[in-house]
C-alpha cells in the first residue's frame, strides 16, 4: 500500500521544542505555535499527507547521560532508570500530542521502540505496515526519539534523523522539512556569528562539498548538531536526483512553515537535484 497524495515529513527538532540548556523544559508557546500553523497547512491543501517525526532535546539526552544509557547494556542496575527515562520522555510526547489534537490534528502516537530494532546503533529492522494503515486514513502519525532495542548493544539511542530518513525512503516521501532553531544552513554557526549568511540553495554535490567545508578552519564554528543532519541526509542522494526536496527552517516564529510551502519564505535552505 502506497500512499495516494504527496507525503510530507516534518521533522520538529528537541533544540526547537525544548530548552536545551534546562532539564525536563519544553517551549510551550512555541509548540502551542507550531500546532496551529501545521493545522493551517493541512487545513489550506498547503500539506496532503503528514508524518511527524520530533525530537526530545532535554526530556532524553540529561537521563541518557546521567545513567550512561548511550552506552548499550552493561548490566541490570539500568533497567529502572531505563523505565525512568521512557517516562519522562513519553510524558513530553502525550504533552506534544495534545497540544496537536487540540488544534485539531489527529495524530497517532507511535513509539520507534516498537517499530524499529538496530544493530550497533544502526537501524536493521522495522515494520512500517500500522503507520502506512494510519496514513492511508488521513491519520498524521507523531513518531520520535527513543530507545531502541539492539541486537549487539543490547539497547541504544535511536537517533530521530535516521529514522527520518528511513521513512522518506520507504514511504516514497515528496518532501522533508526540517523544523530548527535556525533558518538553516548558514556559512558558520550562526549562534556564535549572527551575521553569517544562509546557504538558500544546496545541491546534493554541494552537500558533500559543505560537509567537507564544516572540518576546515573557516567553518569550525558549524554546529556537530547540524552536521549529523547532513550527514544522515547523504543516505537520501539518489531519491533527492529523483526530485525529493529537502527544506531546512526556523519555525520560532510564526508564519514560516506557510510562507516555504507558498514559495515565499526567504530565510531558509533547500537542498534539491
Known sequence: MGHA??????????ALLTNKSVPYTSNDAVI????REIKECLASGLIEDLIIVHGVGSFGHPPV??????HGFKGTHQLIPLSQTQLIVNKFRFFLANELINVGIPVNLFHSSSIFTSEKMRISNFFLDSIKGFLSIGMVPL????MLSDNKMGFCVGSGDQILTLLSKELDADQMIFATDVSGIHEADPKLNPNSPIINN????DLEQVMTNMDNSKL???SGAMKGKLQSLLVLKEQIKTGFEISIISMN????????????LKKFTKIAR
Do not use: R
Open 220 to 222: 569550525k564554528d558549524a
Open 202 to 205: 544546496l545541491n546534493i554535490q
Open 5 to 14: 497524495k504527496n507525503l510530507t515529513i516534518i521533522k520538529l527538532g528537541g
Open 253 to 264: 516564529s510564526y508564519g514560516n512553515l506557510i510562507s516555504l510551502l507558498k514559495g515565499d
Open 143 to 146: 513518531i520520535g526519539g527513543d
Open 32 to 35: 502551542k505555535e507550531i500546532a
Open 65 to 70: 547521560l546521567e545513567h550512561k544509557l548511550h
